[in-house]
């Protein structure tokens, strides 16, 4: 445990003569925590915390949040920062090293990664067996998973060499393998990786490029795919990430573990939201319409959500949301669109929403999704990709996540407790007898 004791909060349990003195432990920045660990043992009690809203469930050096202030930190590296200066696989160099790299160390790590980024040529079958209209997410969630099955050498989760394996190849073969869900539902070859090309550039090429046109890269575009992917890079233990965590805990291997968060991430609370947000937009169709729908936001006897809208962790902005923001003018200047009716639109639902009292009594600010598939329908992406973007820009992230939790000494497998509200104890009563 990296984390500091400072002080220790004492709790007595009304009417008994019980007391436990639990530590409290505080990080490098950010607020202090108190240990429960010896809750149960010194008091017979535990915790009730659905949704984990108020529980750290480990300490990580990796990414820090502070909501109040709108403050997002890769290993201590604002992400405004990065997202100017950085690239996406020197970000991946630094979630899962812990440091930015030399240029020697970024030389050997970028040439590392894309060796990997080829499939095996027996798991392109594996995509015939989809309908074409399957869902990418779908097909991400199988084909990774079914990665266990092609790499054997990399599944000891204890040995520190297999576990860089496996995380080069995680992070090579995402953009492979959701290039090929998208060739394969529009029943276009699939196209095979460039090496030379930059990461970014390479997932472009291979989504886009055809066998009979010239390919021709766009440096702007590129350097977006790079900017999108750096902001969705990792976000500490939100869902998709605890569920990758939760997973890895049991000694399950890699692939199986990111599986299991591409699943979770595709929910519309979660990733999910950047395809939910257009289909919003598209059902709201006019800046006159969006009064309506707002009021149906509003009413308490609906479940309709503002998209894009809202957070967990940021209660003032996100950053995220303003750096894509700013990045969608900058894109659609370089496509020559003057006018984006979508993104017009999405500015005057923000202007709107954030000066209604609902909205912001609530503390509810755009968050990253609000805009991020405003960039990507314009970059030529279909909606049903956007999810399987934000699973390729965060698979460094559970990565980093999955290696930093099986290299800590305190590592077990995560296991949360409940309050039991069923029936007590009671006997089996044979069917002929009940009544
Ligand atoms: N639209 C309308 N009302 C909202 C929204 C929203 N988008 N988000 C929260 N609220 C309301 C809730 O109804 C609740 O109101 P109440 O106090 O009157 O009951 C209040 O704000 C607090 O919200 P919670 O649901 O308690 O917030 P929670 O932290 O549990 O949920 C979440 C966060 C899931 C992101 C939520 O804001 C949401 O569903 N947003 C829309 C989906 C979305 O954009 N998800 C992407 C998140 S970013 C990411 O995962 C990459």
Redesign the pocket.
């Known amino acids: 445990m990296s984390a500091a004791v400072k002080r220790s909060v004492t709790i007595t349990l009304d009417g008994s003569n019980k007391s436990a003195s639990l530590p409290l432990l505080s990080g490098t920045i950010g607020p202090d925590v108190f240990d429960i660990r010896k809750l149960y043992a010194d008091l017979g009690v535990f915790t009730f915390d659905p ?1 984990y ?1 108020q529980t750290a469930s480990c300490d990580s050096k990796i990414t820090f949040i502070d909501g109040d202030e709108g403050v997002l930190l890769y290993r201590g590296y604002p992400i405004e920062q990065l997202a100017e200066k950085s690239r996406f696989l020197e970000v991946c160099y630094l979630l899962l090293n812990g440091d930015l790299p030399t240029k020697e160390e970024f030389g050997k790590f970028e040439k590392g990664v894309m060796r990997h980024n080829m499939l095996h040529e027996q798991l392109r079958s594996f995509y015939n067996g989809f309908r074409r209209d399957a869902h990418p997410m779908a097909v991400m969630c199988s084909v990774v998973g079914a990665l266990s099955a092609f790499y054997h050498d990399n599944l000891d989760v204890w040995d520190e060499g297999a576990r860089r394996i496996a995380a080069f190849r995680l992070i090579a073969k995402m953009p492979t393998i959701a290039a090929w869900a998208y060739k394969y539902s529009v029943g276009q070859p699939f196209v095979y990786p460039r090496n030379e090309l930059t990461y970014s550039a390479n997932f472009l090429y291979m989504f886009h490029a055809v066998p009979t046109e010239e390919y021709k890269f766009n440096p702007v575009l590129a350097k977006a795919m790079d900017l999108i992917l750096i902001l969705h890079a990792d ?1 500490e233990q ?2 998709s990430t605890s569920t990758v965590r939760l997973a890895g805990s049991t000694g399950a291997n890699p692939f199986a573990c990111i599986a299991a968060g591409i699943a979770s991430l595709w929910g ?4 999910g ?1 950047n395809e ?2 257009l289909k919003m937009l598209a059902d709201i169709g006019t800046t006159a319409n969006i009064k309506p729908f707002l009021d149906d ?1 509003k009413a308490k006897d609906n479940s309709t ?8 962790v940021y209660k003032n902005y996100d950053p995220r949301a303003k750096l894509i923001q700013k990045a969608c003018h900058d894109v659609l200047n370089e496509l020559g669109i003057k006018d984006d009716p979508l993104l017009d639109l999405a500015m005057e639902l923000e202007q709107i929403a954030l000066s209604d009292p609902y909205f912001i009594e ?1 503390k ?1 600010y755009p ?4 805009y991020s598939g405003i960039i990507l329908k314009a970059m030529g992406f279909p909606t049903n990709m956007f999810t399987a973007l ?1 699973a390729v820009a965060r698979t460094v992230g559970w990565v980093s996540q999955w290696k930093e939790m099986m290299e800590d000494p305190q590592q077990r497998i995560g296991r949360p407790r409940q309050i039991y509200t069923g029936s007590p104890r009671r006997d089996y009563v044979p069917m002929t007898e009940r009544t």
């Open positions: 949704g809203g976000h939100n869902a519309p609370a979660h990733g939201a939910a947000v936001v959500k503002l998209m894009g809208f809202g957070h967990r609530r509810l968050n990253v999704d609000f934000f």
